[in-house]
């Protein structure tokens, strides 16, 4: 199984021309993405990675991960393997609040691409082989599509960065599988912005929800869970 996981990884990469843009598709375990589906029941979408994460291509990151399969980047950070602490502690302890294990999260960014903050992420994109944010944003969503859904079974998706006057995690989610759908606001306050819709990905409805960045803002477990418990409501 973890070979065929691998292959199957390294295969879309290829057909969709972006295993050799510098990146890390998934900061979780590779065993984890070998596992059953069912195991994975909840998806974590950051907006993109940093230069943290440009040690490998996509694909090598995945070849890397295989070598060393019960390697975790989020458990790494836990380490201070990738600079402060604070978002890889917020990221394990939110599933938890919500009722998951974190070991059993996938962990993904919604552009599989790495520059050295969010501003800098057009430029980059424009620069590379994708040559444009668009281009780069549909096929990250292919593979999201294509790979991190088949390889789960989510109950919920979160989307930690959600600001809507300009690219982020959950707006490139709702553009790619909102299908026009309105977002369900809980919360517009500046600092706890949290907002739901359902995604309709590959003809699964799954409930998202887009919060702020958990690298500067503390998540509202209260606000997620009543995002989450309106879009279930809906489905």
């Known amino acids: 199984m973890p070979l065929q996981t691998r292959n199957f990884i390294l295969d879309v990469l290829c057909d969709l021309a972006i295993g050799d843009y510098i990146a890390r598709p998934f900061d979780c375990a590779f065993e984890l993405l070998a596992a059953p589906p069912s195991r994975k029941r909840l998806i974590m979408v950051g907006f993109n990675g940093s230069l943290a994460d440009a040690i490998h291509t996509n694909a090598g990151s995945i070849c890397a991960g295989y070598d060393q399969p019960e390697c975790s980047n989020v458990a790494y950070g836990l380490e201070g393997g990738w600079g402060p602490k604070t978002l890889a502690r917020r990221l394990t302890e939110l599933p938890c609040a919500l009722g998951f294990d974190w070991r059993d999260t996938v962990y993904t960014n919604a552009l599989l ?105 503390v998540p509202s477990v209260d606000n997620i869970k009543l995002a989450w418990a309106r879009q279930r409501e809906r489905a």
Not at 116 to 137: H, M, T, Y
Not at 176 to 190: C, I, R
Not at 205 to 213: E, F, M, N, S, T
Request: charged share 20%; with cysteine; glycine share 8%.
């Open 113 to 217: 691409m790495c520059s050295k903050d969010a501003a800098s992420i057009q430029k980059v994109a424009r620069g590379s082989p994708a040559a444009s944010l668009e281009s780069l944003a549909y096929k990250s969503m292919e593979f999201f599509k294509r790979v991190t859904m088949s390889l789960a079974e989510p109950e919920l998706i979160i989307a930690y960065s959600n600001g809507l006057g300009s690219p982020s995690a959950a707006r490139i989610l709702w553009e790619a599988f909102g299908n026009g759908e309105a977002l369900d606001h809980v919360d517009a306050s500046s600092y706890r912005a949290t907002y739901g819709f359902t995604a309709d990905i590959g003809g699964r409805r799954v409930p998202v929800v887009g919060i702020r960045h958990m690298s500067r803002f």
